[in-house]
């Protein structure tokens, strides 16, 4: 497939502050690329730079082969849609969408055309003539949306569209755009902190921290085989549970590892590790990889327990467990040290003594500098 | 809710409340029922001493009528019309474009020149009196309307500025970030964008201003000097006689001169809704 935006060692300095620390992407027409990471991680910036809206402090930004570093948003192809939907307040829905076409100085007709063609794939004709302020807020979106669509961009920009919207609109609104994408089949670019809205939607994410990016790759890629701690951490929720470990003896391609509380491990490691015996390693499993067993269980890799505090989901119930001398790091649970995801309902009740086993394979591995180093978990290839 | 409204339970309260208004209404409204009053009141009146007393022999329109008739109000009227639009009108495009550009840009030495704006309103009027004079006679537009033009858009852009940029910062940011991704050029993001959702600031602003221009005496006194160029705050002084003083009719006069900035507050009133970027973004 073609080119639509590529990037080459992209870096953005405020006032000698680094915010964006050489970034070089490739997208291919048609793409839903979702842009994720935490507040501050850049990439709103990237997306306002990619808009045009920023100068880039250093390198190269081209779309469709066409070098537009310098150039002027109007003359990039884009279209951005604001979180904030950044309606101009005082114009109706039809002069919001038309009036992109209008400073283009397009003939009437052809502008009208567009904004019927918009309205009527987001499903707001009858809204045509109403001010912004009639609206509620996911047909203020849509609105915002629909002005994109008139322009017929080359590439769509998102800025965080729906962290306006209540839950339930907004997760009718991430099937809408889904649907949007695939109707247009335009290449779009989509900046959010939801997880949910990245595995989603995306043909493929960008994780960003701190100016760089983490790791590229579709959504379960990204989740079975992410690339470091920080990537592994920030999808899934609940969050992966991180033990502090420590390499025992290292093999040819395998390892033992020590973890204060649980029996040693061995673990499949990628070819070129790095790993030395005596290495600060952390080990990393996903919630719903713990399972409940008997107290005398013998599979896998067991350990004991406390029940902290239960959620109740319906579908599913998440468990905060004590799990005395593992030392977690970072988990969302606060105090509690593991988290524990179970696909059913559970009659546990906070101060419930339990045992926590898991499948040593499905367990990751991160080297001291945040990298992963186990082997990608069996049956997890995307 | 603070203040709290008084409850219904308590009538005392309530009455106290409402007599303490009126009494206040009535004190601050005195010198203009006084005023119009006397603007009925017939010469024999005047002579006789009734300032304040309930008119004999009121006259409905005599005065008025005299006003027109033995003054040159008409004149001193319409030098007010000639001086005060242009000049409102000019502080309003010219605060406009000002704010917008100190609002929306960064520049070297945009704060120092912002400080300019609002720091030239603490300068005491009467410190400017002889150089402005002077100025103005040295340009030749002494004693014509243009030296009160001139002043008055210089001194009161200023204020306006100040007003302006702080009605278009407040603008939200992200409307002027959708614009320029629609590839808008600035002037047509003014034109387009900003000057529709001024409309209520400068209603207000063209009331204020106009109210400040209108009502200047100071100035007037200072830049003018033949009748045919004196506004009317300038010109009521005149009327005043060496001898003896028709209260009633500078009275009446008087009356006729306010009638502007109040018509320019009822024409203006309904520009001044509130919300009007209401939809814009998520409020």
């Known amino acids: 497939m073609a080119q639509s935006l590529q990037l080459h060692q992209v870096e953005k300095h405020y006032a000698g502050v680094p915010v964006l620390r050489g970034i070089s992407l490739d997208i291919e027409e048609g793409e839903f690329v979702v842009m994720v990471g935490p507040s501050g991680c850049g990439k709103s910036t990237l997306l306002r730079a990619i808009a045009g809206l920023d100068t880039l402090s250093a390198g190269r930004m081209s779309i469709k082969g066409r070098d537009v570093t310098q150039l002027d948003p109007v003359d990039r192809g884009i279209a951005m849609v604001f979180q904030s939907y950044a309606l101009y307040p005082h114009m109706t829905v039809a002069e919001n969408m038309g009036f992109g076409l209008r400073m283009a100085r397009r003939p009437q007709a052809e502008i009208d055309q567009a904004v019927q063609r918009a309205a009527g794939i987001l499903r707001i004709t009858d809204q045509l003539h109403k001010k912004p302020r009639q609206l509620s807020g996911g047909q203020r979106q849509r609105v915002a949306i629909g002005r994109a669509i008139t322009r017929s961009p080359e590439i769509f920009l998102f800025d965080e569209p729906l962290s306006n919207l209540d839950a339930a609109l907004r997760t009718q609104m991430r099937v809408e755009l889904s649907t949007l994408h695939a109707a247009l089949g335009a290449t779009m670019i989509y900046v959010t902190h939801d997880q949910v809205e990245a595995m989603t939607m995306a043909t493929r994410i960008v994780v960003l921290n701190a100016g760089l990016v983490e790791q590229v790759g579709t959504p379960l890629a990204l989740y079975h085989q992410p690339a470091n701690r920080f990537v592994a951490g920030f999808l899934g929720s609940p969050r992966m549970n991180f033990f502090a470990a420590e390499v025992q003896a290292l093999g040819e391609a395998h390892a033992v590892v020590a973890t204060p509380g649980l029996p040693p491990l061995m673990l499949g490691l990628a070819e070129t590790t790095g790993l030395s015996v005596g290495a600060s390693v952390t080990l990393g499993i996903r919630p719903e990889k713990l399972r409940l067993v008997d107290a005398d269980s013998t599979q896998g890799c067991d350990f004991p327990a406390q029940v902290r505090l239960v959620e109740q989901l319906g579908r599913e119930t998440v468990l905060y467990a004590d799990a005395g001398p593992l030392q977690t790091q970072d988990s969302d649970s606060g105090t509690a040290n593991v988290t524990v995801q179970l696909s059913a309902m559970s009659r546990l009740v906070p101060g419930d003594p339990i045992r926590l086993a898991f499948d040593p394979a499905d367990a990751y591995l991160f080297a001291p500098s945040g990298k992963t180093v186990s082997v990608v978990p069996p049956g997890t290839h995307p | ?283």
């Open chain 2, 1 to 283: 809710m603070y203040p709290r409204p008084i409850p219904e339970s308590q009538p005392l309260k309530r009455r106290l409340y409402m007599a303490v208004l009126g009494l206040a209404l009535l004190i601050w409204l005195l010198p203009l029922v006084a005023v119009t009053m006397t603007s009925f009141r017939s010469t024999q009146d005047i002579m006789s001493g009734n300032y304040w007393g309930w008119p004999v022999a009121p006259t409905l329109v005599g005065n008025y009528l005299q006003v027109f008739a033995q003054t040159p109000m008409a004149r001193f009227f319409l030098n007010s019309l000639l001086i005060t639009i242009p000049s409102v009108l000019l502080v309003l495009v010219l605060s406009t474009l000002n704010g917008f550009v100190l609002a929306r840009y960064r520049f070297r030495g945009a704060t120092l020149l912002f400080a300019m704006f609002v720091g030239g309103n603490f300068l005491p009027h009467q410190i400017l009196m002889i150089p402005v004079r002077d100025l103005m006679v040295k340009a030749g537009l002494y004693d014509t309307f243009y030296a009160l033009i001139l002043f008055h858009v210089a001194f009161q852009t200023g204020f306006a500025t100040l007003f302006m940029r702080n009605f278009i910062a407040s603008l939200p940011g992200e409307l002027f970030d959708a614009a320029r991704a629609e590839g808008v050029s600035p002037p047509r993001v003014l034109w387009y964008i900003v000057v529709p959702l001024l409309r209520p600031a400068l209603a207000a602003l063209a009331v204020l201003t106009f109210t400040f221009i209108w009502n200047d005496y100071f100035w007037a006194v200072v830049l003018t000097q033949s009748d045919s160029v004196k506004p009317v705050t300038a010109g009521l002084a005149n009327l005043k006689g060496e001898w003896i003083s028709a209260w009633n009719v500078v009275a009446a006069a008087t009356m006729i001169a306010a009638i502007p900035p109040v018509t320019m507050f009822f024409l203006m009133q309904r520009h001044f809704i509130a919300g009007l970027t209401a939809g814009a973004v998520k409020g």
